[in-house]
C-alpha cells in the first residue's frame, strides 16, 4: 500500500508546470489544484517576507491565483511559472498596500493598528532572526523586494530583474543599498 503511494506522489511530481498548464488550457480544470497546491505556500511566504501582518495573506494568496487562472491562456513559458507567480504576487501585494496606504492618509487609527507587531515576532524565537526582519521591514519597498526574492527565495539577480520587471543593474543596485541599510539599521541598536 504505501509503494503505490509512493509511486503515485513521485508520477505527480514528474508533472512538469507545463504539462499541467496546458492540460488546464485544453479543459482539464482540475489540474488547476495542482498548481494551486504547489505554490500556494511559496506565494503565502513571500506575503509574509514582503508585508508581514499588514495585509490579509490568504485574500492575497486566493487573488494571486485567481490571476494566475485567469492569466494562464496568456502565458507562453518565456520564464518560468515560479517567475510568473512571482509577478503576479509582487503586483498584487503592491496593489494591496496602496490601498492600505491610502486609507492610512485617510484615517491616522487605520495607521496605529497597522504597524502592531510583525507575524515574525510571534513565528521566531530567535531574538537576532526578529530584528533581521524588523531591520528588513524598515527597508525601502523596492529594496525589500529585491532582497527578499534574491535572499530568501533563492532567485538569480537575472531572475529578480524579471520578475520586478527592472534592468539587472537596478537589481544589483537595490540589493546592495538594501544590504548596507540593513547593516546601518543592525548597528543603530
Same mark, same amino acid.
Given at each position: 500500500? &504505501?509503494?503505490?503511494?509512493?509511486?503515485?506522489?513521485? &508520477?505527480?511530481?514528474?508533472?512538469?508546470?507545463?504539462?499541467?498548464?496546458?492540460? /488546464? @488550457?485544453? %479543459?482539464? #480544470?482540475?489540474? !488547476?489544484?495542482? $498548481?494551486?497546491?504547489?505554490?500556494?505556500?511559496?506565494?503565502?511566504?513571500?506575503? !509574509?517576507?514582503?508585508? %508581514?501582518? =499588514? /495585509?490579509?495573506?490568504?485574500?492575497?494568496?486566493? #487573488?494571486? *491565483?485567481?490571476?494566475?487562472?485567469?492569466?494562464?491562456?496568456?502565458?507562453?513559458?518565456?520564464?518560468?511559472?515560479?517567475?510568473?507567480?512571482?509577478?503576479?504576487? @509582487?503586483?498584487?501585494?503592491?496593489?494591496?498596500?496602496?490601498?492600505?496606504?491610502? !486609507? &492610512?492618509?485617510?484615517?491616522?487609527? @487605520?495607521?496605529?493598528? $497597522?504597524?502592531?507587531?510583525? /507575524?515574525?515576532?510571534?513565528?521566531?524565537?530567535?531574538?537576532?532572526?526578529?530584528?533581521?526582519?524588523?531591520?528588513?521591514?524598515?527597508? =525601502? !519597498?523596492?529594496?525589500?523586494?529585491?532582497? #527578499?526574492?534574491?535572499? *530568501?527565495?533563492?532567485?538569480?539577480? =537575472?531572475?529578480?530583474?524579471?520578475?520586478?520587471?527592472?534592468?539587472?543593474?537596478?537589481?544589483?543596485?537595490?540589493? *546592495?543599498?538594501?544590504? =548596507?541599510? @540593513?547593516?546601518? /539599521?543592525?548597528?543603530?541598536?
Amino acid at each position: 500500500m &504505501e509503494s503505490v503511494h509512493n509511486s503515485m506522489q513521485k &508520477e505527480q511530481q514528474q508533472i512538469s508546470d507545463q504539462e499541467l498548464v496546458q492540460a /488546464i @488550457l485544453n %479543459g482539464e #480544470t482540475e489540474c !488547476y489544484a495542482k $498548481i494551486v497546491e504547489r505554490y500556494q505556500q511559496l506565494v503565502a511566504n513571500i506575503c !509574509y517576507k514582503l508585508a %508581514g501582518n =499588514k /495585509i490579509d495573506v490568504e485574500e492575497v494568496v486566493q #487573488t494571486v *491565483f485567481v490571476e494566475l487562472y485567469m492569466s494562464l491562456p496568456r502565458f507562453r513559458f518565456q520564464s518560468k511559472l515560479t517567475t510568473y507567480i512571482y509577478k503576479i504576487t @509582487l503586483n498584487t501585494i503592491t496593489k494591496t498596500l496602496n490601498k492600505i496606504n491610502r !486609507y &492610512e492618509q485617510w484615517d491616522d487609527k @487605520l495607521a496605529d493598528n $497597522i504597524h502592531t507587531p510583525s /507575524i515574525y515576532d510571534e513565528m521566531v524565537k530567535d531574538e537576532r532572526t526578529r530584528e533581521l526582519y524588523a531591520a528588513i521591514d524598515r527597508l =525601502k !519597498y523596492e529594496q525589500r523586494v529585491a532582497l #527578499t526574492l534574491h535572499c *530568501f527565495n533563492d532567485m538569480s539577480y =537575472k531572475e529578480v530583474a524579471e520578475v520586478m520587471e527592472v534592468s539587472l543593474s537596478k537589481v544589483e543596485t537595490l540589493i *546592495f543599498r538594501a544590504k =548596507k541599510n @540593513l547593516k546601518k /539599521i543592525l548597528t543603530e541598536k
